[in-house]
Nanobody, 120 residues
Framework: QVQLVESGGGLVQAGGSLRLSCAAS????????MGWYRQPPGKQRELVAR???????NYADSVKGRFTISRDNAKNTVNLQMNSLKPEDTAVYYC??????????????WGQGTQVTVSS
């Protein structure tokens, strides 16, 4: 089992910044892709950003230039720095980690979600 613990959500005014963090623990042999998704009210979950083990990143067009994803492979953590936040960034943000467990099985783990609310 792989567990993810997220932190850093909250309420912020438009134009402000927040930093989300996610720590993975448990039966981890390796981590491949780490990412952040979000689900706005009444909408489907969507990719925000993800990063591979060698540092390759991709972002949703709506957050390019404002959000930055990073990871610490030694600590099994992934962060999302969110700047210039807009009301449309309001959503529940979920951490996602994919890799191989100590039992050599593939896993696709999700965090419990953290609320980000941006007021206008």
């Amino acid at each position: 089992q792989v567990q993810l613990v997220e932190s850093g959500g909250g309420l912020v005014q438009a134009g402000g910044s927040l930093r989300l963090s996610c720590a993975a623990s448990g039966s981890i042999f390796s981590i491949n892709v780490m990412g952040w998704y979000r689900q706005p009210p009444g909408k489907q979950r969507e990719l925000v950003a993800r990063i591979t083990g060698n540092g390759f990143t991709n972002y949703a067009d709506s957050v390019k230039g404002r959000f930055t994803i990073s990871r610490d492979n030694a600590k099994n953590t992934v962060n999302l720095q969110m700047n210039s936040l807009k009301p449309e960034d309001t959503a529940v943000y979920y951490c996602n980690v994919m890799g191989t467990s100590q039992g050599m099985a593939l896993y696709d783990a999700w965090g419990q979600g953290t609320q980000v609310t941006v007021s206008s």
